[in-house]
């Protein structure tokens, strides 16, 4: 997605970072470090309740919530361009986002129903989901400046805007609660205020809405001798204006159930509330990095964090340079328990990561290519 590098004098190029960290940010520090073109995408997904294979599969599999907030996140982008040491880079990108958090109560709800798994008889279980994403592309212009100039301490700022155009969106929370009855049968009664393009909590067909928006990225980065520091910000006062706008408020209830041959219920549940077309401003969730790095002979050591809607994503990465034309980094992330591989060679980067080999419920990946002119 984005060749985010080091401010290290002494490493050569290839020892730039191909996407630490799990979300696929924009660096306006390095996007026009040389002329040339370049062309990246990189996607990260992940759901905590279940691996990514059961997720698809109607949630049958192994079941592995968190005790607290349990999240699902889709993070995509795609960025192609061209970069002048003078005039700074120019391109196109296209981006697909979404952030859910719920808590445990409400996964494991639908875990069970999704299972046929017994209810215990007058458990309460409280309801909390949230979402918010979007998808969009547009045009990007990035350009960075030295603050700070020298073979020991230098210090530079990047900066970039997007103008975009919006495709669909989520945005949006339900809040609730349900009773065990028996262990087959539940009642539940919720409220949800939902702004959307596709409506995910019930069937209803809607006009899709026009979008147009725009968002600001920043990079600063500190090197003094071997050390450096660096911290990323993406979408600082971004938003999308949509026009027509889908939007419910609605009451959500178990009145309306049967059963199936297992006696296990099914809802087809009772709505009422208000569905109407409304003009909104969606403000674009920030994500912020922060990080910091050693080098020494040929390896750079580095730690750090993404910082998204009050939750964190330590991680670490080992980079080294195995010939001038080739290197390799290592990397591990906290939260999901990822481990990834980054191979370069020449212009040309590859990386993976993932929690579990065989059924992950982590998983990115990222090419990108660079050619100089």
């Known amino acids: 997605m984005k060749l985010r590098k080091l401010l290290i004098l002494g490493i050569p190029l290839l020892l730039t970072k191909a996407g630490a960290g799990i979300f696929t940010l924009f660096d306006p520090l390095n996007s026009d470090k040389s002329t040339g073109a370049s062309i990246k995408t990189g996607a990260f997904v992940a759901d905590d309740p279940v691996s990514l294979g059961d997720l698809l599969d109607k949630w049958h599999g192994e079941f592995h919530p968190k005790n607290g907030t349990n999240l699902a996140i889709d993070d995509m982008r795609f960025d192609i361009g061209a970069s002048s040491n003078r005039w700074g880079y120019l391109g196109y990108t296209y981006r697909h986002q979404s952030f859910t958090a719920a808590n445990r109560d409400t996964v494991e709800l639908a875990w069970r129903q999704l299972n046929d798994i017994g209810f215990t008889p007058g458990r309460v279980y409280s309801l ?3 979402i918010e994403g979007f998808e969009a592309d547009g045009i990007v212009y990035a350009k960075n400046f030295e603050l700070m100039s020298g073979t020991e301490e230098s210090l530079k700022i990047g900066v970039g805007i997007e ?7 989520q945005d949006g929370y339900l809040n609730g609660y349900a009773v065990a009855d028996s262990s087959k049968d539940y009642d539940f009664s919720a409220a949800a205020d939902y702004y959307y393009t596709e409506n995910y909590l019930y069937n ?3 006009q899709k809405p026009d979008g147009n928006g725009y968002t600001f990225h920043l990079g600063i980065g500190y090197k003094i001798e071997g050390f450096s520091l660096r911290l990323l910000a993406n979408d600082l006062f971004g938003k999308i204006v949509w026009k027509r706008l889908p939007y419910s408020y609605v009451n959500i209830n178990s009145a309306n159930k049967s059963y199936d041959e297992n006696g296990f219920v099914i809802y087809n549940p009772t709505i009422s509330g208000v569905e109407k077309y ?4 969606q403000r674009l969730y920030a994500k912020w990095k922060m990080e910091a790095s050693y080098s020494k002979n040929r390896t750079i050591y580095s730690a750090g964090a993404d910082f998204v809607k009050d939750h964190w994503f330590p ?6 340079t195995i010939t001038p034309d080739i290197g390799a980094s290592l990397e591990y992330e906290s939260r999901f328990s990822t481990l990834g591989l980054t191979i370069g060679f020449g212009g040309l980067k590859l990386s ?3 929690n579990d080999l065989k059924n992950p419920s982590a998983l ?3 090419i990108s290519y660079t050619r100089d002119f």
């Open 128 to 130: 909390d989901i949230s």
């Open 163 to 169: 103008l975009l155009r919006g495709r669909n969106m």
């Open 204 to 206: 209803l067909d809607v």
């Open 278 to 281: 409304v003009n909104r401003t």
């Open 315 to 320: 991680y670490i990465v080992l980079d080294r």
């Open 352 to 354: 993976i990561k993932s």
């Open 364 to 366: 990115g990946a990222a």
